[in-house]
């Protein structure tokens, strides 16, 4: 036996012992009876701390370190979804916590599970979505010592949450679950890792749940400064193009309904970023659809000519405004976001309000004696959006479905009231073009992070969620064979999920862009061979259904969305069907190609 095999058997031994003691040690103080019957196992109080957090589910996947804690799951006091993947856990929070507004939790094992599981994080950090994530660590002893399945998740999750715990004292459970849980839900909503080492789950203690909040350095802000709301008043009066801006804070902030109050009261233009839709119904008269790289004209001429452009909790982020310095170059910018780290991060504004979205609107409502002359912009901003929509050709040799119509298709039967989730590329761009969006958390993608895979466990938290919704995922070719495990999800749990391929045999986005900027060398983009979709959905007892002819399309959407159960459509979409139109990268939000 090698010296580094007998070293590595005498630390596991010497865990074990210490699990051993720890279950089994004498208090040097005795204790009374009464205190002895209120002793609580880790595990125990971290179910129960859960649970006074009101939680509906856990989305997670066992293994070695979280087995004391699987252990109590086993009582089945909170419902656990177990995916098939850890990827799969955290994308399924997210859904469940964009759609539910609560906070997605999802448990781990330590190692490979925790590490499977840091795509999720960085995907909710990137976008605010609020989860608590508890990874299973090796026991206290083995911390350091590169004991089997041990990750340093702190050090690998401090850039992509907003708080991070490791838990070293089986007593301060009560409090980190509550702290996390407030911390990841508060202020700009994002991830909370708590990192659980083995031993915390059977250490006991007679320690008690806890609702006290004790964070000095933590402040969320809410209220607007009445000066600031006087200026922004100001700026509206003396405006002659203004322009309101839709950031995923109005929806994170459901504050929908009083979004498009002060946008009908003041008939003040809409544009939209890709999270931002639902801020404002899509029929809405003043709402010019998405901006940005595949925006609409209406919308980019807009952000170019406007006057004065009201931004409401969105970061100004690259897809929006590629080319900052040319961004809204006529304009007063005011920037509305609860993080005042977003302010001037990007883009120079002349007035700052950092502020929940919701009380801010509220405060500009309260001022109802003034009214905005802009009749003439109102025209130019509604002949563009009549002169220029979203637009595409039919094929006129009838060999493909067109993406385009078959998600507006799905938007008719729907009614623009389903809630759809996307992966990410060239189907998530033609979703956010012609779905007819109404409220908040009816968009559920990937927006900053952009991660395929994402569509399929995020349908699945979103149904969880809203269970009496219909529930769309539409998917590419690609992302599909990424996450598609899940579908087995969908049985267990009588999930009613209909499941959209956008089938073009290629990763769609990035085969456009070599095209467009690579002289048309498809290096890799191409699949040169693909399994057989509907086995597969067969094998997870989905109904499957096949549009390879156009004529076909409507009959088989109908027969999908009328069975009742999960469903997947393959449709099969031209290999080079393009997103359009384009703002190429770098280019000012005007320099838009491929308009028609």
Known sequence: MSRQT?????????????????????????????????????????VESLANEKVDFIFGYPGGA?????????????????????????????????????????????????????????????????????????????????????????????????????????????????????????????????DFPKDMGILSTNAQITNEIELPGYTVPNQPAKEDIQKLRDYLKSSKKPVVLS?????????????????????????????????????????????????????????????????????????????PDEFAPNAKIVHVDIDPSEINKIIKVDLGIVADCKATLEALLDFDSYSIKHEAWLETCNENKVNQPFAYQEDEQGVFSKPQRTIEYIGEITNGDAIVTTDVGQHQMWVAQYYPFK????????????????????????????????????????????????????????????????NNGTLGMVKQWQDK???????????????????????????GYIVDDPAQLEQQIDAAFQHDGPALIDVRISPIEPVTPMVPSGKANHEMEGLL
């Open 66 to 194: 979280v087995l004391p804690l699987y252990d109590t799951f086993y009582e089945g006091k909170i419902k656990h979804i177990l995916a098939r993947h850890e990827q799969g856990a955290t994308h399924a929070a997210e859904g469940y916590a964009r759609v539910s507004g609560n906070t997605g939790v999802v448990v781990v094992t330590s190692g490979p599970g925790a590490t499977n599981a840091i795509t999720g994080i960085a995907d909710a950090y990137s976008d605010s979505l609020p989860l608590v994530v508890i990874t299973g660590q090796v026991a206290t002893p083995g911390i350091g010592k590169d004991a089997f399945q041990e990750a340093d998740l702190l050090s690998m999750t401090t850039p992509i949450t907003k708080h991070n715990y490791q838990v070293k004292n089986v007593s301060d459970i009560p409090k980190i679950i509550h702290e996390a849980f407030y911390i990841a839900n508060s202020g700009r909503k994002g991830p909370v890792v708590i």
């Open 247 to 323: 950031g995923a804070g109005i929806n994170h902030a459901k504050a929908n309904d009083v979004f498009t109050e002060f946008i009908n009261r003041h008939q003040l233009p809409v544009v939209s970023t890709l999270l931002g839709l639902g801020a404002i119904p899509y029929e809405n008269p003043y709402f010019l659809g998405m901006g940005g790289m595949h925006g609409s004209y209406a919308s980019n001429m807009a952000l170019t000519e406007c006057d004065l452009l009201i931004n409401f909790g969105s970061r100004f982020d690259d897809r929006l405004a590629s080319n």
């Open 517 to 543: 900027f690579f002289n048309k060398r498809f290096s890799h983009s191409v699949f040169n061979g693909q399994p057989d979709f509907l086995k597969i959905a067969e094998a997870y007892n989905v109904k």
């Open 6 to 46: 007998e070293t590595l058997e005498q630390e596991m031994s010497e865990n074990f012992d210490y699990l051993e003691a720890a279950e089994t040690v004498e208090p040097e103080v005795e204790l009374e009876q009464e205190t002895i019957d209120e002793m609580k196992s880790g595990s125990e109080l971290l």
């Open 439 to 502: 409220d908040h958390g009816q968009i559920v993608t990937s927006g900053g992070l952009g991660t395929m895979g994402f569509g399929i466990p995020a349908a699945i938290g979103a149904k969880l969620a809203e269970p009496d919704k219909t529930v769309i995922c539409f998917v590419g070719d690609g992302g599909f064979q990424m996450t598609n495990q899940e579908m087995a999800i969908l049985e267990e749990y009588n999930l009613d999920i209909k499941i959209v391929i956008v």
